[in-house]
C-alpha cells in the first residue's frame, strides 16, 4: 500500500538524520571545544534534528494524520496517567504541540498540567466526552485540516465510543466519497464498527471501536 511505502521513506529519512547528529557528536573533540567550533557544531546537529523531526512528523501523518488527533490518541491511550512533554513532541512530530494540547481542551477534553517548567506533565482526566457530543456541530465545524480521511478519523476519535450517524461523518469529510475515505481507514486497520458488527450500533451509524493494532 502507499502508506507502507512512504513510512519507509519517512523512517529511512529519519535513521539516516539522527545517525549524522550521532556522528557530529562523536567527532566533537571533548578537550579541544571551543565557542566557535561548538557553535558550528551544534548547528550541524540542529538541522540534522529538525530533519528528523519532519520525517517523523511525516511518519505520523502516514499513519495518524493530524498531530492533534496523535496528541490525543496518545492520551487516550494512556488516561489518567502523567505524560511527559518529550513524549507529547515525539508523538505529534511538531515542536508546537502545546497549541494541540489547548485546541483539544477547547473540544472539550480535560487535559491538567502537573507540575511547572522543565518538570511539567500532562494527565488526561477522562476517556471520553459526554455522549452529547455526536450531535455537537462545533465540533465538525472546528476538524478542518488534512485530507478527508483525516478529518474523519480525529473526528471518530473525539466522538468514540458513542456511534455516529452517517451523515455527519459526510459533513466531516466535506465530500460526496466520504465511505470510499472510510473504507481506506478500515483497510488500513482502523475497527471502525457499524450494525453488521455490533446489533447495539443503530442502522446507519458507525463507531471507531479502538486503536489499531
Given at each position: 500500500?502507499?502508506?507502507?511505502?512512504?513510512?519507509?521513506?519517512?523512517?529511512?529519512?529519519?535513521?539516516?538524520?539522527?545517525?549524522?547528529?550521532?556522528?557530529?557528536?562523536?567527532?566533537?573533540?571533548?578537550?579541544?571545544?571551543?565557542?566557535?567550533?561548538?557553535?558550528?557544531?551544534s548547528a550541524e546537529i540542529g538541522?540534522?534534528?529538525?530533519?528528523?523531526?519532519?520525517?517523523?512528523?511525516?511518519?505520523?501523518?502516514?499513519?495518524?494524520?493530524?498531530?492533534?488527533?496523535?496528541?490525543?490518541?496518545?492520551?487516550?491511550?494512556?488516561?489518567?496517567?502523567?505524560?511527559?512533554?518529550?513524549?507529547?513532541?515525539?508523538?505529534?512530530?511538531?515542536?508546537?504541540?502545546?497549541?494541540?494540547?489547548?485546541?483539544?481542551?477547547?473540544?472539550?477534553?480535560?487535559?491538567?498540567?502537573?507540575?511547572?517548567?522543565?518538570?511539567?506533565?500532562?494527565?488526561?482526566?477522562?476517556?471520553?466526552?459526554?455522549?452529547?457530543?455526536?450531535?455537537?456541530?462545533?465540533?465538525?465545524?472546528?476538524?478542518?485540516?488534512?485530507?478527508?480521511?483525516?478529518?474523519?478519523?480525529?473526528?471518530?476519535?473525539?466522538?468514540?465510543?458513542?456511534?455516529?450517524?452517517?451523515?455527519?461523518?459526510?459533513?466531516?469529510?466535506?465530500?460526496?466519497?466520504?465511505?470510499?475515505?472510510?473504507?481506506?481507514?478500515?483497510?488500513?486497520?482502523?475497527?471502525?464498527?457499524?450494525?453488521?458488527?455490533?446489533?447495539?450500533?443503530?442502522?446507519?451509524?458507525?463507531?471507531?471501536?479502538?486503536?489499531?493494532?
Amino acid at each position: 500500500m502507499p502508506r507502507k511505502t512512504n513510512t519507509t521513506e519517512h523512517l529511512d529519512v529519519l535513521e539516516r538524520r539522527l545517525q549524522e547528529a550521532l556522528d557530529l557528536v562523536r567527532d566533537a573533540k571533548r578537550a579541544e571545544q571551543t565557542a566557535t567550533r561548538w557553535m558550528g557544531t551544534s548547528a550541524e546537529i540542529g538541522t540534522c534534528l529538525a530533519a528528523g523531526r519532519d520525517a517523523l512528523s511525516g511518519v505520523r501523518q502516514e499513519i495518524l494524520g493530524g498531530a492533534r488527533t496523535a496528541v490525543l490518541a496518545y492520551l487516550r491511550q494512556r488516561v489518567g496517567q502523567p505524560v511527559t512533554p518529550g513524549a507529547l513532541e515525539g508523538v505529534s512530530g511538531i515542536e508546537e504541540w502545546t497549541r494541540r494540547v489547548r485546541e483539544l481542551r477547547g473540544l472539550g477534553w480535560e487535559i491538567e498540567a502537573l507540575g511547572s517548567g522543565p518538570a511539567r506533565s500532562y494527565r488526561l482526566r477522562a476517556d471520553r466526552l459526554d455522549e452529547s457530543v455526536v450531535d455537537d456541530d462545533t465540533l465538525i465545524a472546528k476538524i478542518t485540516g488534512g485530507r478527508p480521511k483525516d478529518r474523519l478519523i480525529e473526528y471518530l476519535f473525539n466522538v468514540a465510543p458513542w456511534p455516529v450517524a452517517a451523515v455527519r461523518l459526510e459533513r466531516v469529510a466535506r465530500t460526496a466519497t466520504w465511505q470510499r475515505d472510510l473504507q481506506e481507514l478500515i483497510d488500513e486497520g482502523w475497527l471502525i464498527q457499524t450494525h453488521e458488527d455490533d446489533a447495539d450500533i443503530p442502522p446507519g451509524f458507525y463507531r471507531l471501536a479502538r486503536l489499531e493494532d
